[in-house]
């Protein structure tokens, strides 16, 4: 480009058609559809990797707003070469923004610089992002001159549009058609080839034969640079997410839920050590998983119990303690991923632990959100044993609340039992408490008991009753000892008025774990880890259990 070149502010010197101005809102929409993606994908990455929804989205739309803002106003020194500018933007955004989850995600797995990565990432493409709209108002009115508010209303219509058809596409056609990793690389060669394709052909006039040349051999190498990462992406994924784990990687998805990794082990003795992890998170080890289940089911199968419902669980081991009770006449299972489902079904290792619990014909699952299940479901169970992730992430902290446990209450026949994983009262001792807190102010009398499971540590539960009378009713008589007809029941000083009695069946099947000396001791509770008083319970408007879980777990 000589020294001649038109300045922003002078009449266009070459007139150009309705064509030229179509092509550059075709640019704008392919280029603000590209750009929420990239947004989209690093919350997305983070929500997976890190667990925190709404904290990922907040660090990126925040940065990446601010960023965007600050792009704008350094465009204004390249308005001069709007044409040249506008292209190498393009061409370094579609670099960085396809390769960004890549990048971070090789961050997080080797170098565990994953948030400081993450706010670069979010800064560098926010500027880029926001350097677009001035310097394609620039070369808009170069093909025709028409007022501020024209222009601004037509470039604005295709950008957020684009930005509509951009935030659809991202889960409902490149997370299913590609994934995370090769879908952002998509997007970045659709980013680049809308760029280069626009100044190359509408505004190549204007260019000299070396930016003609530069920008073109400048967008063979980052086409070259995608697509050789579109094609070892794979590979990457793979070698990536075996960093990540201590074992061997057996098997490997991701669903349109969360990531579910099994890994496999073989200690010097030949014992074989089975891993099913969901989005990093270890739900179970072949090596203690019955101490785990064992404690979770066979409480809640003191008293009646023809029709079961396992809310979560889809691995399938709270299901095979379930049917071991050759009087359960029915058991249904709600599990929202069908992957997890799937898997336990049809994996070797996954079948054989969980007995092949799927094939019992008394079994029903369904793969459906357990809490807008729960509102549709008009049956009553006997048993209810709430087998969920974690409270960690906003997606299933609506799990732990007070109107979650409404609904389980609902779904509770008379003298039903119910039983919630509620973490590690010594790890997350805040968390613990706040489900108990959050239980008993849906109406439900609770009795705290935990075990030790080695792969986690100390593991907590809280077996509980639908209070009698009135269930707005908070009122209930303390038990006189003619309640207590079972003379080996554990009578828990934690236990709320009119819990359940915290005992084994009488006709329980040989467990490994669990016996009434170890249930005793699973009730007591050492002073320094008995209830936390004036804990408020989590509900869906303030998740209280969120703030807890996310502290807690972050030093476990």
């Given at each position: ?18 064509l ?8 704008v ?46 465009a ?39 948030t ?10 926010g ?23 024209s ?9 957020y ?10 889960p ?9 990793v ?18 190359l ?46 074992d ?165 026949a ?30 439900l ?43 080996q ?40 880890r ?13 998740p ?13």
């Amino acid at each position: 480009m000589t020294e001649t070149a038109v300045e922003p502010d002078v009449a266009p010197s070459r007139p150009r058609g309705r064509l030229a101005r179509t092509a550059v809102l075709v640019a704008v929409f392919v280029c603000a559809a590209c750009g929420l993606v990239y947004e989209l994908a690093l919350v997305a990455l983070g929500s997976y990797l890190i667990g925190d929804t709404v904290g990922q989205a907040s660090i990126v739309l925040s940065l990446m707003v601010f960023a965007m803002g600050v792009g704008a106003l350094a465009a204004k020194p390249l308005q001069r070469w709007a044409a040249e500018a506008f292209a190498a933007i393009e061409l370094l955004l579609a670099l960085l923004g396809g390769l960004s989850v890549l990048l971070l995600y090789a961050a997080f797995a080797w170098l565990s610089l994953y948030t400081p990565a993450l706010i670069t990432t979010a800064l560098v493409l926010g500027v880029l992002i926001g350097a677009e709209i001035p310097l394609l108002m620039v070369l808009l009115q170069r093909i025709r001159r028409q007022d501020a508010g024209s222009a601004v209303a037509d470039l604005f219509a295709a950008d957020y549009v684009g930005g509509l058809v951009g935030g659809l596409a991202f889960p409902f056609l490149l997370l299913p058609l590609f994934g995370q990793v090769q879908g952002a690389l998509v997007v970045g060669m659709v980013n680049a080839a809308a760029g280069i394709a626009l100044v190359l052909t509408v505004f190549r006039s204007e260019l000299s034969k070396r930016a003609v040349l530069l920008l073109t051999g400048t967008s063979v190498l980052v086409g070259g640079v995608l697509v050789g990462a579109y094609v070892f992406a794979d590979d990457f994924e793979v070698t990536a997410r075996q960093a990540l784990y201590a074992d061997p990687v057996v098997h490997a998805e991701r669903t349109p839920y969360q990531e579910v990794v099994l890994t496999e082990s073989v200690s010097f003795n030949g014992t074989h050590d089975t891993r099913m992890y969901l989005n990093g998170d270890l739900q179970f080890s072949s090596m203690d998983e019955y101490r785990y289940h064992e404690a979770m089911v066979h409480p809640a199968m003191a008293g009646p119990r023809g029709r079961v419902l396992v809310l979560g669980g889809g691995d399938g081991l709270v299901l095979r303690e379930v049917l071991r009770y050759p009087d359960v006449r029915e058991a249904t299972l709600v599990e929202l991923d069908p992957a997890v489902l799937e898997l336990a079904r049809t994996d070797p290792q996954v079948s054989t632990l969980n007995g092949h619990a799927f094939d019992d014909p008394r079994v029903r699952t369904v793969s459906e959100d357990a809490f807008t299940w729960l509102r549709e479901n008009r049956d009553r169970f006997d048993v209810v044993l709430v087998d969920m992730p974690d409270a960690d992430s906003t997606a299933t902290a609506k799990l732990y609340s007070t109107e979650f446990y409404g609904l389980v209450r609902h779904a509770m026949a008379d003298d039903a039992r119910v039983v919630v994983q509620a973490g590690s009262p010594f790890f997350a001792p805040n968390a613990f408490w706040c489900i108990e807190s959050s239980m008993r102010a849906a109406d439900l009398r609770t009795v705290p008991y935990s075990v030790t499971v080695p792969s986690f540590g100390e593991w907590g539960f809280h077996l509980a009753s639908a209070a009698p009378g009135d269930a707005n009713s908070m009122e209930i008589e303390p038990r006189s000892s003619m309640e207590f007809a079972d003379p080996q029941a554990v009578r828990s000083p934690l236990a709320s008025p009119g819990a359940p009695e915290l005992r084994l069946p009488q006709d329980a099947p040989p467990l490994r774990s669990l016996d009434e000396p170890t249930l005793r001791a699973a009730a007591t509770f050492p002073p320094d880890r008995t209830r936390i008083p004036g804990m408020e319970p989590s509900t869906l408007m303030h998740p209280t259990i969120l703030q807890h879980a996310q502290g807690e777990w972050e030093n476990y």
